[in-house]
């Protein structure tokens, strides 16, 4: 079973920064792929930044709303991915979540709020 416990949100100032951190139940070598989407009230859920594992060592895939500001990252012996997030905007305010790919089934988090103050 895969449980996954994100952290990092918070209230922050428009032009701020926060990280994100999602923490796995096992290695994360194991995911195909790990990503974070958020859901704005009133929204659906979207896409914010995935990595996906390759014959190349993997491949990383942005929001176009995001790109420049957001980055995502892995570190293995921790079995955690991160969101750097900066130059936060208010309109990056959202609820979190952390997704992971294996054998074919996708798994969230529970979602961390961040909220971004004009």
């Known amino acids: 079973q895969v449980q996954l416990v994100e952290s990092g949100g918070g209230l922050v100032q428009a032009g701020g920064s926060l990280r994100l951190s999602c923490v796995a139940s096992?290695?994360?070598?194991?995911?195909?792929?790990m990503g974070w989407y958020r859901q704005a009230p009133g929204k659906q859920r979207e896409l914010v930044a995935t990595?996906?594992?390759?014959?190349?060592?993997?491949?990383?895939n942005y929001a176009d709303s995001v790109k420049g500001r957001f980055a995502i990252s892995t570190d293995n012996a921790k079995n955690t991915v991160y969101l750097q997030m900066n130059n936060l905007k208010p309109e990056d305010t959202a609820v979190y979540y952390c997704?992971?790919?294996?054998?074919?089934?996708?798994?969230w988090g529970q979602g961390t709020l961040v909220t971004v103050s004009s």
């Open positions: 990595f996906t594992r390759g014959a190349r060592g993997g491949s990383t």
């Open positions: 997704n992971v790919k294996f054998l074919g089934s996708g798994y």
């Open positions: 096992g290695s994360i070598l194991r995911y195909s792929s």
